[in-house]
């Protein structure tokens, strides 16, 4: 597990599972266990109002720090895979403009 956390910060993890597994898919699933135990743990029941929608500024300090730097980790893992893509060049184009807006959109994270 390791070997695949430092392969996926390095890049070295192929475009579409650094994208579609971990950026994706892990990362809705990493979002779902914050929101669960934002409510649990730290009894934060206003979430659960705002729900779809999510309002990171009623998080609590500890959750947001979280979410920065696991957002910081998989936007760097990422791009880092892009760069290395051999492929088709709109595929690359395509990933670094998401990340970017990933990017301008951590400010909601730390609002």
């Known amino acids: 597990?390791?070997?695949?956390?430092?392969?996926?910060?390095?890049?070295?993890?192929?475009?579409?599972?650094?994208?579609?597994l971990i950026g994706e898919l892990?990362?809705?699933i990493v979002i779902f266990l914050v929101i669960n135990?934002?409510?649990?743990?730290f009894e934060n029941n206003e979430i659960i109002s705002k729900l779809p929608f999510i309002d990171f500024?009623?998080?609590?300090?500890?959750?947001k720090c979280f979410l920065f730097f696991w957002n910081l980790f998989i936007t760097?893992?990422?791009?880092?895979?892009?760069e290395?893509?051999?492929?088709?060049f709109i595929w690359i184009l395509l990933t670094l403009l998401f990340l970017s807006y990933r990017i301008f959109t951590l400010r909601?994270?730390?609002h």
């Open 26 to 28: 892990l990362n809705s």
């Open 76 to 82: 760097v893992g990422i791009w880092r895979s892009a």
């Open 37 to 41: 135990m934002e409510i649990r743990l």
């Open 1 to 20: 597990m390791t070997n695949f956390i430092v392969k996926f910060w390095y890049g070295k993890v192929t475009l579409w599972k650094s994208y579609w």
């Open 57 to 63: 500024s009623s998080f609590n300090f500890f959750t």
């Open 108 to 110: 909601l994270i730390i």
């Open 84 to 88: 290395n893509y051999k492929g088709n």
